[in-house]
């Protein structure tokens, strides 16, 4: 067959046009949208982001326009429950373990407000990794106790996000909790479910094993040579088991963002007793379908859908499955509706599955130390100074007072401490800021003042020189008292 195209001049011009303006047509229509486009879309508006605490998420942004979104998010220390009986400082996001969820959709224009509660001993910061730039904001938001960093960013990819602290030593900062998920959708949203939900495993590296009763401080070693006690999501043992269970009815779709903050792990997700219908690999574009356990590497996150077909209790795990069982990555959904005999039962699930990870129950609990005020003993300020030792300078300056090297300078055998006790009185009543130089080696970082009574001061130094290697000088109640009224010093101006 011979096609002969046989146009005068008019037609021809006319022919031409219409298959440039066809041609343009197509290619906006069908053209992946990147991250050049999102960057030229004009934002409308105010709002200010809602954040929530897992495993709810906030209201899906619809189809709303892009617009500036203030976040307000506010760095809080704080004591939590990591099993029964035991006790961990976590840092947080938002007052949550993982942190508050951030829901923004393409081309939004983000202005970040970062702060950290004056209650808090740390500096920390932020790395968004929906954030085009330096540190995904890291750079930019390093604040200290009772200060607040503002900075602003637009989204240019859809997707699903892990944010995390990244201030020195990033890995301790991640492993007591500083990490969450930040959403950025497509135009027009995600397609609509019945049910959306917000889980986060953890790793978390404690110096007891687990179970072991008590307040547990973060152990470095086993951090390095991860080791964990405890593997987790949402923080903590158990936070998303019985009645705090999720929950959904026969028939609903259900979509789970999950995310992993590691530090160290990497997860393999899997619900017992259903298949992911949908999975947003990584937290991408990419959907994959009919999924049984899908990888979420440390730093990423995936977004799983699937619709609950039948009643029953369903186990969430990591199907590395003694972290499960013996770890805590274990959680629930809880689906209601009518009974359906050929499926595994709720009931018959917790039968079986709950002993084999609650095998900690009958420790005895340790005991919390009297805060007396009465004039104390060396021994009794030795005694008082460990315990808060191990609440207030342990997470810096570590358990053996060595210290980590370029970030905390080691107490033990400290030539700084040893030469000038008033110095290291200064350095706890105000803190310590500039370089300074222990045992030959240079530190450049900030310690927050710690907020201490003249009496706690005095015991926590008189440990400190009590231990490791130390001159064993004894500090007064008295001492701290003449040195209170001063101003913060930079290391420099106390260094001899
Ligand atoms: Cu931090």
Same mark, same amino acid.
């Given at each position: ?70 976040? $307000?998010?506010? /760095? #809080? %220390? !704080?004591?939590?429950?990591? =099993?029964?009986?035991? &006790?961990?400082?976590?840092? @947080? ?127 470095? $070693?086993?951090? /390095? #040579? %991860? !080791?964990?006690?405890?593997? =987790?999501?949402?923080? &903590?043992?158990?936070?998303? @088991? ?255």
């Amino acid at each position: 067959m011979e096609i002969t195209f046989n146009f005068n001049k008019q037609s021809r011009v006319v022919a031409i046009a219409f298959f440039v303006a066809l041609g343009l047509f197509s290619c906006s229509k069908n053209e992946e949208k990147d991250a050049k486009y999102y960057e030229s879309i004009k934002i409308e508006g105010q709002k200010t982001a809602e954040l929530t605490a897992p495993p709810f998420v906030p209201k899906p942004v619809g189809d709303r326009a892009a617009t500036k979104l203030v976040v $307000n998010m506010e /760095i #809080k %220390e !704080q004591e939590g429950e990591m =099993v029964d009986g035991v &006790k961990y400082t976590y840092w @947080t996001f938002g007052g949550s373990v993982p942190g508050s969820f951030i829901r923004t959709r393409v081309g939004d224009e983000v202005e970040f407000h970062l702060k950290n509660h004056p209650d808090n001993k740390m500096p920390h910061n932020i790395d968004l990794h929906a954030v085009t730039g330096p540190g995904g904001g890291a750079t930019s938001s390093l604040v200290a106790p009772g200060h607040e960093k503002v900075f602003n960013f637009k989204t240019l990819n859809p997707g699903l996000y892990v944010y995390h602290c990244a201030t020195a030593p990033v890995g301790m900062h991640i492993a007591n909790g500083m990490y969450g998920l930040i959403l950025v959708e497509p135009e027009g949203g995600l397609p609509p479910v019945d049910k959306e939900y917000y889980i986060m495993q953890g790793d978390f590296y404690t110096k007891g094993n687990y179970g072991e009763q008590g307040s547990q401080p973060f152990d470095m $070693n086993k951090a /390095i #040579k %991860e !080791q964990p006690d405890y593997v =987790v999501f949402n923080g &903590k043992v158990g936070a998303l @088991t019985g009645d705090k269970a999720l929950t959904a009815k026969k028939g609903e779709t259900v979509r789970i963002y999950v995310g992993n903050g590691g530090p160290n792990l990497v997860s393999s997700f899997h619900a017992i007793g259903e298949i992911f219908d949908k999975v947003h690999i990584e937290g991408g574009d990419m959907i994959n379908k009919n999924v049984q356990t899908t990888l979420i590497p440390a730093g990423g996150a995936a977004i799983v859908e699937f619709k609950v077909d039948v009643p029953g209790t369903f186990i969430l795990v990591d199907h590395s499955i003694f972290r499960a069982f013996n770890k805590g990555a274990l959680g629930m959904l809880k689906v209601e509706g009518d009974d359906n005999k050929l499926v595994y039962s709720g009931t018959t699930q917790e039968g079986i599955y709950l002993p084999e990870g609650g095998t900690i129950q009958n420790m005895p609990k340790v005991k919390g130390s009297a805060q007396s005020v009465a004039v104390k003993t060396v021994a009794e300020h030795v005694k008082a100074g460990k315990e808060l030792y191990g609440r207030t300078c342990l997470a810096c300056h570590q358990s053996e007072g060595q210290g980590i090297p370029n970030a905390f300078p080691p107490l033990a055998k400290s030539d700084f401490l040893n030469a000038n006790s008033g110095r290291a009185i200064n350095a706890v009543l105000h803190g310590l800021s500039g370089e300074v130089t222990v045992n030959g080696e240079k530190f450049n970082n900030v310690m927050t003042s710690q907020n201490l009574t003249d009496d706690e001061v005095a015991s926590v130094l008189t440990y400190v020189y009590d231990s490791w290697g130390n001159n064993k000088t004894v500090v007064t109640p008295a001492m701290v008292k003449t040195l209170r009224g001063k101003v913060a010093l930079k290391a420099k101006d106390i260094h001899e």
